[in-house]
């Protein structure tokens, strides 16, 4: 009898667990981190809740990261960016969610991060030239475009259509739920969007591009911006645009033709992994603040931090959100692993996708059990923890929802013939 290898063996000894990994930042990047850490918590940790009020990043902070380095970092220095990989961009995102508790920055951070790796990779010499630079200064925003009304998670159902000319390309559409709208129409700057060229070809027939809001000569003629009102991450607007016969050049293609859907996913993976961390970091800030919270409250004459009840709590948070952390990690050095051709695409899409399944879910409970911990305290707009879980709340879905990564990772465990979609 043919004895057949047990499926945790295959699942235990497949590609993703065998990558070799050095658990250790370069020293290099324990100076970034030290960098980003000392700006954060000098600058941005003692404004960040009156962005609450404000609805936007202060300038002086948008300066500030920009003399770091770390606006669309991932954008090559020889256009204004300082090449960083997925790894020392996660090391920011992680010190920028401990010190912001609205969420702003860091999102204003990784979507620039990501979608900045895109550009820099895919696109033209001539619009890297044009944008880049005004980017990484802080002048313009870089943002992502992909999500309509209609169509999030499926990118099929997509309604943007860009059609070829003799000079380019003209595109009609309406695009909805985009960071950024306010920033890139009002400053300066655009958006990586995508629409369909060839609708017959569903998602084959895709394209990428650039999509300026906001240029050299102002506003963009035939784009009509709206602003919401969202629960959190108040700092940053969120809102959409419409797109009526706006012509680019041809230069703005981002990639091939038609190839659109197949890029879009690398800065999908770029940013889940960014906002994995996040998550963690953010809920472990929470944490921070709520163990100083219950060594210090009395209930019954004796500090809260003695109940066994709150204590295993604060274990179980705490190992969960350092396991994510250390995941997420993981899955960016795959990631970067990956562009070095040391590793498999779908290794990434499982990696990063393992990582993002839990790590809404994982953050926002603990944030929930310390807003909890502190009772009505933790209902007032002076917690800001409450201030975390409303900005970690938007990440079930922002870049992929939770339920989407289940699909991901099982269909890399079965195989796409197991895709329930098709």
């Avoid at 739920?177 to 027939?205: D, F, L, M, N």
């Avoid at 990639?255 to 906002?275: C, P, Q, S, T």
Wanted: neutral net charge; glycine residues 10%.
């Amino acid at each position: 009898m043919k004895i057949l290898p047990s499926p945790f063996y295959t699942l235990f000894t497949s590609p993703i667990s065998v990558v070799k990994m050095d658990y250790s930042f370069t020293e290099e990047q324990e100076m970034i981190r030290q960098s980003v850490r000392e700006f954060a918590e000098k600058k941005i940790a003692p404004i960040a809740m009156e962005m609450e009020k404000t609805k936007e990043i202060p300038l002086e902070i948008v300066k500030g990261l920009a003399e770091l380095g770390v606006i669309a970092c991932t954008a090559a220095p020889e256009y204004g960016g300082v090449g960083f990989d997925a790894v020392t961009a996660g090391i920011v995102a992680e010190e920028l969610a401990r010190a912001d508790p609205t969420g702003s920055i860091p999102v204003f951070f990784l979507i620039q991060a990501s979608w900045g790796h895109v550009l820099n990779k895919y696109g033209t010499e001539e619009c890297k030239k044009e944008v880049f630079p005004r980017v990484t200064k802080g002048e313009w925003f870089l943002g992502i475009a992909t999500t309509e009304s209609d169509a999030g998670s499926d990118l099929g159902s997509t309604r943007t259509r860009i059609t070829p000319t003799q000079n380019g390309y003209v595109v009609n559409g309406e695009k909805m739920y985009i960071s950024g709208v306010r920033e890139a129409y009002t400053r300066g700057g655009g958006h990586v969007t995508i629409a369909k060229q060839t609708p017959e070809a569903g998602t084959r027939g895709m394209s990428l591009f650039y999509l300026p809001l906001h240029g050299q000569n102002g506003p963009t003629p035939g784009i009509t911006p709206t602003y919401l009102d969202d629960l959190g991450r108040e700092g940053i607007s969120t809102g959409g645009f419409t797109i009526d016969n706006v012509e680019i050049p041809k230069h703005y293609l981002i990639g091939e033709e038609n190839k659109g859907f197949y890029i879009v996913h690398e800065g999908y993976e770029f940013a889940r992994g960014l906002i994995s961390i996040i998550c963690a970091s953010a809920g472990l800030k929470s944490l921070e603040n709520g163990m100083n919270y219950i060594k210090q409250r009395k209930c019954f004459g004796i500090p809260i931090g003695k109940f066994e009840w709150i204590q295993f709590k604060l274990a179980e948070h705490y190992t969960k959100l350092t396991m994510l952390k250390d995941l997420a990690f993981k899955a960016m050095y795959i990631y970067d692993q990956e562009q070095k051709g040391k590793a498999k695409r779908f290794e990434v899409s499982k990696a990063i996708a393992m990582a993002k399944m839990f790590a809404q879910e994982w953050a926002c409970a603990a944030v929930d059990d310390v807003m909890q911990w502190q009772g009505a305290f933790g209902y007032t707009r002076e917690c800001s923890d409450q201030c975390i879980w409303r900005a970690l709340r938007s990440f079930g879905w922002a870049e992929g929802s939770k339920e989407i990564m289940r699909v991901i990772v099982g269909r890399e465990l079965l195989g796409k013939e197991f895709i329930s979609y098709r």
